[in-house]
């Protein structure tokens, strides 16, 4: 028999559920299981998404709880992504380049098999805006962990020439190096300042931010927003912050009137993709569109 529970009405389950953890640290202000359990009830998945708490320094543990529970899969958000690696028997290329892992799945094997997903997600977001960056010159303000895999994405649809602006030089030029080995995109870097913001933004068809500038938690925001002036009418922006989704950077952009994309729809572009990987097939367009209305209606939207 299925029970369902008041206080988090979007799940349900039954004694063979089995728990489908999304694990980092903090995750008090997790929204992932709102988006992802529509999904497996609307497909006939009897799995349910809950946030695990797991401090730095505890993955070893999880790792062997989850398999002596038997459970099949797991995301995983900051702080995790690089530290689960060495925990994992088969990662996708793009993870190994960037050390950046989302989702873990058990195969057939028994084996731990991880896979990024932020490059996908990304990339979904932007197509499902009706965006095409084939050809575009783009602006990326950050060098995180992300950043890696949305780069190599960018080459793959075409985009013409990507400018990083990022603080720590050092940081962005490996980036670089990696994505010039790998593409014949041309990419550049500018250190970040004022002047130089202003610069890119000038420049650019689609601006991208992907700092944790404005992050729930975060102690730091955008003192200087100018350089939004300095885009064309037609440019895209793209915010990569989910929680919350209209950061300060997001609202001034969207006040001056540009196409916006935001970090909640590239959420749902990775909620797609790990579960395809996951279970092997696409979810239905309609538990697509309950899970994205659970996680608008979940941040107010």
């Known amino acids: 028999m299925a029970m369902h529970i008041d206080v988090d009405k979007h799940l349900t389950f039954s004694m063979n559920t089995k728990l489908f953890p999304m694990i980092g640290c903090p995750m008090g202000q997790s929204s992932g299981s709102y988006g992802y359990n529509p999904l497996f009830e609307g497909n006939g998945i009897d799995e349910i998404m809950w946030p695990v708490e797991i401090p730095e320094g505890g993955l070893e543990d999880f790792v062997k709880a989850f398999k002596t529970f038997g ?56 197509i499902n805006a009706g965006v095409d960056v084939k050809g575009m010159d783009v602006a990326i303000i950050g060098a995180g962990s992300i950043v890696g895999v949305i780069l190599l994405t960018m080459a793959e649809h075409g985009a013409k020439k990507v400018t990083l602006i990022n603080r720590t030089e050092a940081r962005a030029k490996h980036l670089i190096d990696v994505v010039k080995e790998h593409t014949d995109m ?3 870097f500018l250190p ?20 944790p500038q404005g ?23 793209m915010e990569n912050i989910v929680n919350p989704p209209m950061t300060k950077f997001a609202t001034a952009a969207k006040e001056r009137g540009h196409k916006m994309i935001y970090g909640v729809d590239m959420m749902l572009g990775q909620l797609a993709e790990i579960f395809e990987f996951c279970f092997g097939f696409k979810p239905s367009a ?13 941040f107010g939207l």
């Open 192 to 211: 970040y300042t004022n002047e130089n913001l202003d610069l890119a933004a000038s420049r650019c068809d689609f601006l991208m931010q992907a700092t």
């Open 71 to 126: 459970m099949r899969h797991f995301t995983i958000t900051m702080p995790h992504k690089a530290a689960i690696i060495p925990y994992l028997d088969v990662v996708d290329e793009h993870s190994r380049l960037f050390n950046s892992v989302n989702a873990v799945k058990v195969d057939e094997e028994g084996r731990l098999c991880g896979a990024g997903f932020d490059g996908k997600g990304n990339m979904a977001a932007i």
């Open 286 to 298: 309609k538990s697509m569109e309950k899970s994205k209305k659970n996680v608008y209606e979940y």
């Open 186 to 188: 041309e990419i550049e």
């Open 215 to 237: 992050l729930f938690g975060f102690p730091a925001d955008y003192e200087y927003l100018g350089f939004l002036d300095k885009l064309k009418p037609e440019a895209v922006v």
